[in-house]
């Protein structure tokens, strides 16, 4: 397949995909085939997989070697040697290949306890699907391992339609709920509920740097899903949580997770409740918290009507921040990719301003040690979080 020069320049900055309108010759290669990547002149750019989508090639190869067992085995045994110096022995639940910055472009690999999930981004890539399971088995012993599709938005494919179905593909699915632990804390997970797991790890080398930070406070957790933040918050001395989210579903996950941890769940409040609606009775009774994490969808549709984090994180901040006692914490983040660190710091000092608030910026995070971002793959930054104290 020949790529024009725009393709080339990029390619040998190390940017793993092709788009649709810079391959000149070979569009006529079906989806999953591998596919030499070449220069106009002839020289070789790598080795991928052709794609339908909005991607037309995923690179996995620099060169013209082959994707073969050998190949997978040692971009398996990269991913791993930093986990194994990553990840503490008090952690069960970790991300071991993530994608395009670990050298697999659209395949990640997730371990929950004794069980893993492969997640893929196009049918193209079934054909790595078997192997990167045997691989697995080989070193994890795992007892069951699932496969999850992610497909993006702007490509035309509905999973229900995959050519293997989402699911268990190897081993014995789990009786119920998974334990499994963070930093010898718990959470009870579900591995085959595709988006449903009820675990962000990602977040959890930020949930560490709290760590010292709650003992003392009280604490609300807004968009709060299964409630591991506030399950940390009080493990580490935080007074009261309130946790607050739309889907009782998550809330009851929320309360299962206090009890994993024998930590009494009717001591902590939580909320089935549109956030917008939640912080403006607040406001109204004059509540306040020490410390709040604000960590929204993309999207979401409550009573309150449709909230769109792009535009609505200024109103969203402004509200929180009118219930942030003085000297208070506002933890505020998102995992929205499109949205800048410019564009994520202007929302908070937007809303910081329309509530009549003063703040600080005092800590700055991002996505777990085991969610590497390549240099040449900016889009592998995903995840933006600030803590800003209030001071007046």
Known sequence: MVVNHKSETWLRQGFPWVYPDEVEEGRAYSAGTVVPLLTRQGQCLGTGIRDQGWIAVRRFRTDEGPLDRDWLSGVLDRAAALRDRAIDANTTAYRLVHAECD??????????????????????????????????EERLDPRGIFLAWRPDPRDDFDPGEAPTPAGLVRGQAPSGDVRVTERGIACLVRPGAGKDIGLYMDMRDNRAWLEPHWGGRRVLNLFAHTGFFSVCAAMHGATETVSV??????LDRAEQNFAANQLDPTDHVLLAEDVRRALDRFRRTQERFDLIVLDPPAFARGKAGAMRLAKDLPALVAAALRVLSEDGWLVASTNLGNLSP???HRGVREGGQKAGVALQLIHEGTQATDFPAHTAFPEGRYLKLGVWRRIG
Do not use: N
């Open 103 to 136: 050298g697999l472009p659209g395949v990640r690999v997730d371990v929950y306890g004794w069980y893993v999930v492969v997640s893929l981004d196009s049918p193209s890539l079934m054909r790595l699907l078997e192997p990167i399971c045997d691989l697995l």
């Open 245 to 250: 989210d739309l889907s009782e579903g998550y």
């Open 342 to 344: 410019r564009d994520f």
